[in-house]
């Protein structure tokens, strides 16, 4: 069975420090791989995806993610935090399957 | 109006009522998604279609019952629900669907349904 698993349901950072967002997943199968950001009262927004080719992902805003396949992962880093980056992140990740399986969320607070 | 939009955005109702949720893309795409999001959960795939054919139904109660007149329109048609059913059901679209999804989807604002 799918499963994603996004470690740390809350996350701080200072303003200006780096951002590290964890998801591993389990997939019999290569993956596609999806980060999206959510703001309050606002739908999923999508910040970067993975499904073949340079396992070093650029997205918007800054952030970026690395494909490891033997590691199972798909982390979320971004350099700098910024004030504007306090919002809830969902890893999801798509096999064979007619559907995106989600991760629980990781909220994150930016520490002026 | 752009990209996905839902109405209402929020909604109270009480257990004999019947409601619906409406949703719109502006997007051109095929395909469309309805999702439940409740605290401290993961987001919960309820129904796809895919050129308006319903092609997904992840074991969801008869009380929510989905309508997709063309891909630009989805309905939820809600009654007779229960208090757990309160939280906030997200509508999504993306390009045709396939196995695996490969292409991203775009979620409107949601709508937060509370039920007494």
């Known amino acids: 069975a799918q499963s994603v698993t996004q470690l740390g349901s809350h996350v701080s950072v200072s303003e200006g420090a780096l951002v590290l967002l964890r998801c591993n997943y389990s997939s019999s199968v290569p993956p596609y791989l999806f980060w999206y950001v959510q703001y309050p009262n606002q739908g999923l927004q999508l910040l970067l995806k993975y499904t073949t080719g340079a396992t070093l992902v650029k997205g918007i805003n800054g952030f970026e993610a690395e494909f490891k396949k033997s590691e199972t992962s798909f982390h979320l880093t971004k350099p700098s935090a910024h004030m504007s980056d306090a919002a809830e992140y969902f890893c999801a990740v798509s096999d064979t399957g007619n559907q995106f399986y989600f991760g629980t969320g990781t909220s994150l607070t930016v520490i002026p | 109006e752009t990209g996905v939009t839902q109405t209402p955005r929020h909604l109270v109702m009480g257990m004999t009522n019947k409601k619906s949720l409406k949703c719109e893309q502006h997007?051109?795409?095929?395909?469309m998604y309805w999702y439940k999001q409740s605290a401290k959960k993961p987001l919960e795939l309820m129904f796809v279609y895919n050129f308006k054919e319903q092609t997904e139904n992840n074991s969801v109660p008869s009380r929510f019952s989905p309508e997709c007149p063309n891909s630009s329109h989805l309905f939820l048609h809600l009654h007779t629900l229960q208090p757990e059913d309160s939280a906030l059901y997200l509508c999504a679209s993306s390009q045709a669907s396939g196995r695996p999804l490969a292409y991203e989807q775009y979620f409107g604002p949601g709508t937060r349904l509370t039920v007494t």
């Open positions: 997007l051109g795409h095929n395909a």
